[in-house]
T-cell receptor, first 122, second 115 residues
Framework: GAVVSQHPSRVICKSGTSVKIECRSLDFQATTMFWYRQFPKQSLMLMATSNEGSKATYEQGVEKDKFLINHASLTLSTLTVTSAHPEDSSFYIC??????????????????FGPGTRLLVL | AQKITQTQPGMFVQEKEAVTLDCTYDTSDPSYGLFWYKQPSSGEMIFLIYQGSYDQQNATEGRYSLNFQKARKSANLVISASQLGDSAMYFCAMREVYNFNKFYFGSGTKLNVKP
């Protein structure tokens, strides 16, 4: 159980175009999903927290208008990189926390990660 | 201050031996959770083990165990009987009760298992 999918797994696009990445929780509901960015050989950097039915919460330094997040249902969040440029090339990973996990009662408190999307902007 | 510190950028271990990956954390929250994830070269993040701050016993999951020393604020991952498939990046992470949705990740440790 607790599978999260991401689509596409790899995308190459031209500079100036927009790219949409989907994150789906396949066998559980997720009120909250997270979007991370990871540069080669570095740790994950949280970009934003996506909340179903409300606006995403962005981390400091992350451009809201650049990285549009939509959490339309309890199983789907999308990240759109608008007007992508080569510096946006990175590995983007989403994660989802199962709805209903409260406090620190066990492994339910973890987040489950998607397989990631490698974005290359030419 | 860094919330999660992993001081070993890279580690080598002989196959079938045990290895300890270090993790220290910094928090003033009364309740928090500590996690370890494995990231193979394919990029996916695999959840390994979890320790709650109020758990009396160290967490164990198969060959993985977490050596939790609360007073020292350390949460080291111990992998017993290393296998070649254990070669990967390992990340320690923490969640705090007062910042419930945010996971803090360490910089990671690259583990190489030698045959």
């Amino acid at each position: 159980g607790a599978v999260v999918s991401q689509h596409p797994s790899r995308v190459i696009c031209k500079s100036g175009t927009s790219v949409k990445i989907e994150c789906r929780s396949l066998d559980f509901q997720a009120t909250t999903m997270f979007w991370y960015r990871q540069f080669p050989k570095q740790s994950l950097m949280l970009m934003a927290t996506s909340n179903e039915g409300s606006k995403a919460t962005y981390e400091q330094g992350v451009e809201k208008d650049k990285f549009l997040i939509n959490h339309a249902s309890l199983t789907l969040s999308t990240l759109t990189v608008t007007s992508a440029h080569p510096e946006d090339s990175s590995f983007y990973i989403c994660s989802a926390r199962p709805t209903g996990g409260t406090g620190f009662t066990g492994a339910l408190e973890t987040q489950y990660f998607g397989p990631g999307t490698r974005l290359l902007v030419l | 201050a860094q919330k999660i510190t992993q001081t070993q950028p890279g580690m080598f271990v002989q196959e079938k031996e045990a290895v300890t990956l270090d993790c220290t954390y910094d928090t003033s929250d009364p309740s928090y959770g500590l996690f370890w994830y494995k990231q193979p070269s394919s990029g996916e993040m695999i959840f390994l083990i979890y320790q709650g701050s109020y758990d009396q016993q160290n967490a164990t999951e198969g060959r993985y165990s977490l050596n939790f020393q609360k007073a020292r604020k350390s949460a080291n991952l111990v992998i017993s009987a290393s296998q070649l498939g254990d070669s990967a990046m390992y990340f320690c992470a923490m969640r705090e009760v007062y910042n419930f949705n945010k996971f803090y990740f360490g910089s990671g440790t690259k583990l190489n298992v030698k045959p």
